[in-house]
C-alpha cells in the first residue's frame, strides 16, 4: 500500500503546499511529510482530516494505494486488468 504517496500526488494536484495542506489538516509539516513517505503511518482520525481536506473519500484512496502486493495471488492478474480503468476513472471523477 502507498498511501503516503496518493496524499502527496492529489495535494500536489491541488496546489497546495505542505505547509498549507498541514495547517489545512491540523497537524506538523514534519507529521505531513513523514505521512507522504510512507514513514509513518497516520491514525484514522487524522486519516479522515486528510480526506476531507483532499476532498477525496477514504475508500478512495485507499483503492488508489493498492499496489500488486496487496492483492491475493490468486486475484492479481484481474487487478492488473482494471486497475488502470478504475484508477482513471477514479481520478477523473475526484480531479481538481
Given at each position: 500500500?502507498?498511501?503516503g504517496?496518493?496524499?502527496?500526488?492529489i495535494?500536489?494536484?491541488?496546489?497546495?503546499?505542505?505547509?498549507?495542506f498541514?495547517?489545512?489538516?491540523?497537524i506538523?509539516q514534519?507529521y505531513?511529510?513523514?505521512?507522504?513517505?510512507?514513514?509513518k503511518?497516520?491514525n484514522?482520525?487524522?486519516?479522515?482530516?486528510i480526506s476531507n481536506n483532499?476532498?477525496?473519500?477514504?475508500?478512495?484512496?485507499f483503492?488508489?494505494?493498492?499496489?500488486?502486493?496487496?492483492i491475493?495471488?490468486?486475484?492479481?492478474?484481474?487487478?492488473e486488468?482494471i486497475?488502470?480503468s478504475?484508477?482513471?476513472?477514479?481520478?477523473?471523477?475526484?480531479?481538481v
Open positions: 500500500m502507498n498511501l504517496n496518493v496524499i502527496k500526488s495535494r500536489k494536484q491541488k496546489g497546495q503546499t505542505q505547509t498549507e498541514a495547517t489545512l489538516c491540523g506538523t514534519t505531513l511529510s513523514q505521512i507522504e513517505s510512507n514513514s503511518d497516520p484514522l482520525s487524522t486519516l479522515k482530516t483532499l476532498g477525496t473519500p477514504l475508500p478512495i484512496l483503492f488508489l494505494s493498492l499496489t500488486q502486493e496487496d491475493d495471488p490468486r486475484k492479481r492478474e484481474a487487478f486488468i486497475s488502470p478504475v484508477k482513471s476513472l477514479v481520478n477523473e471523477f475526484f480531479a
